[in-house]
């Protein structure tokens, strides 16, 4: 490998990394892990970075000249709140429920999630730019190489500690910690405009 392939990996790694711990993204595959199957909480928001990230180094910081950063907020904010209210009155899972086809519709809904609301981020935005001075895969690697980390850390802690509370107090959490988001993210776009 080069010397600026190498350089390029680790100073985005690290910027994404710590821009990330405790970003939205990681609190959502944080509570989804903690409801569903981990592997499809993880894997929908590893795709969903991959895809983003490719997005970012291909585009470059023209990204959001074709898609106004206000209309990707407001739907952001849509999406968080109607997910928000979906998880207040969401009902505790059982064990005997059927769950072959949660694992498929919870990919595809992390997936979606973290798309909505990552498009247009400040780290997209830190990867578009770093991508047109530094070597373009090795922006794109370390910044997915950070998300799969911190993602990995959500869900891991999503799995570990946040399935010993009870599911009602999941729901609530969870739903209004979408909510909060919503709200955030309405506040962002009220500044915007």
Request: net charge neutral; glycine share 6%.
């Amino acid at each position: 490998m080069s010397e600026p392939l190498i350089s390029s990996t680790l100073f985005t790694f690290l910027l994404v990394f710590l821009a990330e711990i405790g970003d939205k993204s990681q609190i959502v595959c944080m509570s989804l892990a903690s409801r569903y199957k981990a592997s499809q909480v993880f894997f929908g928001a590893i795709a969903a970075f991959v895809l983003l990230n490719g997005a970012a180094v291909i585009l470059g910081a023209s990204l959001t000249q074709f898609i106004p950063t206000h209309i990707m907020t407001a739907i952001a904010s849509g999406v968080f709140f109607i997910f928000g209210i979906q998880a207040l009155l969401a009902k505790p899972e059982t064990d005997d429920e059927d769950n072959s086809s949660i694992g498929k519709s919870i990919f595809i809904s992390t997936l979606l999630i973290i798309v909505v609301a990552e498009f247009g981020d400040k780290t997209q935005l830190a990867v578009a730019t770093l991508s047109t001075t530094e070597n373009p895969f090795g922006v794109w690697s370390g910044a997915s190489l950070a998300l799969i980390a911190t993602t990995a850390l959500g869900v891991y802690i999503g799995q570990r500690w946040l399935t010993k509370l009870n599911p009602n107090v999941i729901n609530k959490l969870s739903g209004s910690l979408f909510i909060l988001f919503a709200v955030i993210m309405l506040i962002s776009l009220i500044r915007m405009i």
